[in-house]
């Protein structure tokens, strides 16, 4: 399995950034997917997750301004972020648990100057 994911960079608090990530390696559409994330010196923490029946949850602190959508046919799995603010600049992890394991991409940099 490998996770693979790509967007992110530098924005200005108050825009857009949308970030995405490739499964590979197994049956994307029969499984959950989330988006973690991770400043320096903090802990990994959840972001939002995604059912394999495309229903959403979210952290509060990012809920009304990220969406996570899934599309099967491509495998991939975004992460549309609206309304950023600095504290949400982190590396961002797109994650796929199973029972066996977690798998995590490698991370990608959301950057949110003020």
């Known amino acids: 399995v490998q996770l693979v994911e790509s967007g992110g960079g530098l924005v200005q608090a108050g825009g857009s950034l949308n970030v995405s990530c490739v499964a590979s390696g197994i049956a994307f559409s029969g499984y959950a997917m989330a988006w973690y994330r991770q400043a320096p010196g903090t802990q990994r923490e959840f972001v939002a997750y995604i059912t394999s029946g495309g229903n959403p949850n979210y952290a509060d602190s990012v809920k009304g301004r990220l969406t996570i959508s899934r599309d099967i046919t491509k495998n991939t799995v975004h992460l549309q972020m609206n309304s950023l603010k600095p504290e949400d600049t982190a590396a961002y992890y797109c994650?796929?648990?199973?029972?066996?394991?977690?798998?995590w991409g490698q991370g990608i940099q959301v950057t949110v100057s003020s």
């Open positions: 994650n796929l648990p199973t029972i066996g394991r977690s798998y």
